[in-house]
């Protein structure tokens, strides 16, 4: 009976440490970047655990490795070899384990925004530096395979002094503009280093968005957001076009004709477009609507807007 239960315990055993093996094949074939490199290098460099792994598991070594082979031949014939024997690149640096705890936190309560190769880029600012969002540029550029950059990602890449973390409970990892310099090289990203080089020479203080005043008005239990440009009242066209529907193309081109429409960032990384209020009312006055229910609000949307002019307008300009 003893003899039985310690043949169980071996093949559970057994079965734990094959387990090992096939994660680290996986990582091998399968795996992003960093996880082949490390993978391959574990099975080719004769490190004495996977030899003690592949002893516990009951399986050759050399036929693991025999495997891999065939499997690469196949897949990436240089990829052992250009692995193996490659020359340490600029960028890379030793691995590091960063505790979440160790990388100091950033606050994300005051972003600043500028438009760059026509893409809205948001920042903080800590220490006299920018610091961007890592998973964001990932999902800009595909530098890497993860969607959402962790510790994992980049360890081997950037100097810790150069990684931040926002301070919330999930770890979104920022780096500044030297850090991202730093990746581009490991990932041979030329969109990664001209973004740095441009952040660099302080291009972006030329492209800088400037925040709107927003508030929110209400009309008739809905709200629609307005902002104040240069003493004159705007309102949110796709608030206002779902009270009194107004996004007929020839009117939405209207809307667009030169020096009539205002694009605003919006409390949102999404440009949209406000209008100003006397165009609207263009807009409206000549919109004749088919339906019951807009002929009933039109007149109540027309007062609405000229008492929202009088009262911020005119504000505006005595102050």
């Known amino acids: 009976m003893n003899d039985f239960y310690s043949n169980i315990e071996t093949k559970q055993c057994v079965a734990i440490w094959r387990?090992?093996?096939?994660?680290?094949?996986?990582d091998a074939l399968n795996g992003n970047r960093i996880e082949k490199r490390s993978a391959i290098r574990w099975f080719f460099n004769d490190d004495k655990d996977f030899y003690f792994v592949c002893d516990c598991a009951q399986v050759s070594p050399h036929k693991i490795r025999s495997f891999?082979?065939?499997?690469f031949a196949i897949r990436d014939p240089d990829i052992i070899k250009n692995t193996l024997y490659e020359e340490p690149r600029k960028g890379c640096y030793p691995k590091i384990i960063l505790a979440r705890k160790s990388l100091p936190s950033i606050e994300t309560n005051s972003p600043i925004s500028f438009i760059?190769?026509?893409?809205?880029?948001?920042?903080?600012?800590?220490?006299?530096?920018?610091?961007?969002?890592?998973?964001?540029?990932?999902?800009l550029w595909k530098f890497s395979d993860a969607q959402e950059i962790g510790l994992h990602?980049?360890?081997?890449?950037?100097?810790?002094?150069?990684?931040?973390?926002?301070?919330?409970?999930?770890?979104?990892?920022?780096?500044?503009?030297?850090?991202?310099?730093?990746?581009?090289?490991?990932?041979?990203s030329n969109k990664l280093s001209l973004f740095a080089k441009w952040i660099k020479k302080g291009t972006y203080k030329?492209?800088?968005?400037?925040?709107?005043?927003?508030?929110?008005?209400?009309?008739?239990?809905?709200e629609i957001q307005a902002c104040l440009f240069r003493n004159e009242l705007f309102l949110h066209f796709k608030n206002v076009s779902a009270i009194f529907f107004l996004t007929?193309?020839?009117?939405?081109?209207?809307?667009?004709?030169?020096?009539?429409?205002?694009?605003?960032?919006?409390c949102s990384k999404k440009r949209q477009l406000v209008v100003r209020t006397d165009?609207?009312?263009?807009?409206?006055?000549?919109?004749?609507?088919?339906?019951?229910?807009?002929?009933?609000?039109?007149?109540?949307?027309?007062?609405?807007?000229?008492?929202?002019?009088?009262?911020?307008?005119?504000?505006?300009?005595?102050?």
Not at 19 to 26: D, P
Not at 215 to 222: G, S, V, Y
Not at 303 to 317: D, P
Request: charged content about 30%; aromatic content about 12%; hydrophobic content about 35%.
């Open 68 to 71: 891999l082979i065939n499997e």
């Open 153 to 188: 990602d980049i360890n081997t890449f950037i100097d810790p002094k150069h990684l931040r973390r926002k301070k919330d409970k999930k770890l979104t990892l920022f780096a500044d503009s030297t850090g991202i310099e730093q990746l581009s090289d490991s990932f041979k």
């Open 248 to 266: 007929t193309p020839s009117y939405k081109e209207n809307v667009r004709q030169k020096s009539k429409y205002f694009y605003a960032y919006l």
């Open 279 to 319: 165009l609207l009312l263009q807009l409206i006055e000549a919109r004749q609507p088919g339906l019951k229910r807009y002929a009933e609000v039109k007149p109540k949307l027309i007062q609405w807007i000229k008492e929202q002019q009088q009262l911020f307008e005119r504000e505006t300009n005595d102050k």
């Open 206 to 222: 030329h492209n800088l968005l400037e925040t709107q005043n927003t508030f929110k008005l209400t009309f008739q239990n809905q």
């Open 116 to 139: 760059y190769k026509a893409l809205e880029m948001r920042a903080y600012v800590a220490d006299n530096r920018l610091w961007f969002n890592l998973s964001h540029l990932g999902q």
């Open 19 to 26: 387990m090992t093996l096939n994660l680290a094949l996986t």
